[in-house]
C-alpha cells in the first residue's frame, strides 16, 4: 500500500466545505500540521486528516466515505 496523500482539493472534497472555507479549517491551530510544501502547496497524510476529522467532524465518519 503506498502513501496516502491529500491536498487542499481532497481536503475540501472530503469536508464537503468550499474552498474558502477548506483553507480556513486547514489553518486552524488544531488541524495537522503539513507533511510537506510543494509547488502546488501543502499535503498532508490521508490518515492524519482522517484522525481529525474523527475528533472534530464524528458526523462526518461512516457511511458511503472511507476511513
Given at each position: 500500500m503506498g502513501l496516502e496523500l491529500?491536498?487542499?482539493a481532497e481536503i475540501q472534497e472530503?469536508?464537503?466545505?468550499s474552498r474558502q472555507r477548506a483553507y480556513i479549517l486547514i489553518n486552524r491551530r488544531d488541524f495537522p500540521p503539513p507533511v510537506a510544501?510543494?509547488?502546488m502547496g501543502n499535503v498532508w497524510l490521508k490518515s492524519d486528516v482522517e484522525?481529525?476529522?474523527v475528533e472534530k467532524r464524528?458526523?462526518?465518519v461512516g457511511g458511503d466515505e472511507e476511513p
Open positions: 491529500m491536498g487542499a472530503r469536508l464537503g466545505v510544501t510543494l509547488r484522525a481529525w476529522i464524528p458526523h462526518l
